[in-house]
């Protein structure tokens, strides 16, 4: 932590740091299917002003918090990061490849979003964060931190998160002392907590290399056979749903999640900002 954060609720901003250090495991297992581990190292984090070649990641928090906070990795991890979303594993030492900026963007909204979930539930009321730019923060540091993220093969990837006094100050207000998790085995170690246990579903293992029907849902209505014969070529159809409220992403025909609409590679995506527990999607689907 920073000089300046240690005068603050030290406490409050443990909680913070422990959240981000678990969000980015949990997010990256989801990318990537793959276990990983986040190792906080206490040290001075980059600033905003280091020359250093890589990739600055901000976003701007609303709601129950507010202010800016920043990530920066190294242009070789960026492009590590880049590669998991992709499914490439691209060598440090590789060129990159057109704007690979978007990718690695991506990768920290997936981080982004697992924080938010945890940090809603501790914050007082809503909380949200929204990707800002990638130019480096212009603000002071008022806490952060290095986080060195390892994964299979022994891959180590270091990220520096920064937060400026906005937001210490709103998450001192709002992440209650008594918010803080039990100390891991090893200090400064944050390791993926399992997915909680769905009832009858010990044998759940066996069931995770079925493939299931999955689609986006951006509306509906409902139409008389009459309508559908009248259909042809530039028939508008309008839908129950506006243009700005979340796509559905269903499988098996229930909706397990919402999301934006997102294009990565040329292709249609979603990015998920609303998801159910493990728990409660076995129980929709119904498996």
Known sequence: MTQEASELDQDAMKVFQ???????????????????????????????????????VRFSASAGMAGEIGFFVSEPDALLLSGLLTGQAPERSAEPAGDFREAVAEVFRQFVGAASTA????????????????????????????????????????????????????????????????????????????????QGKENIGLLLDIELEAALRFGEREMLLREILDLNSGSVIELNR?????????????VVAKGDVVVLDGNYALRVTQVGSAADRMSTLRI
């Open 18 to 56: 422990e959240v981000w250090s678990s969000s980015i495991c949990q997010a990256l297992k989801q990318i990537s299917g793959e276990d990983f581990e986040v190792r906080v190292v206490d040290s001075i984090p980059i600033s905003g002003s280091d020359e250093s070649a890589g990739v600055w």
């Open 119 to 198: 940090l809603k539930s501790k914050a007082k009321g809503e909380f949200e964060l929204a990707f800002s730019g990638f130019e480096p923060p212009s603000w002071k540091a008022a806490f952060g931190c290095c986080l060195e993220v390892r994964g299979p093969k022994g891959r180590l990837i270091q990220v520096s998160l920064i937060a400026d006094q906005g937001l210490v100050k709103s998450a001192i207000a709002t992440l209650a002392p008594s918010e803080i998790s039990p100390s891991a085995s090893e200090p400064g170690k944050v390791t993926a907590s399992p997915a909680p246990a769905v």
């Open 242 to 254: 506006r243009v700005d409220e979340p796509v559905e992403l269903l499988v098996c025909g229930k």
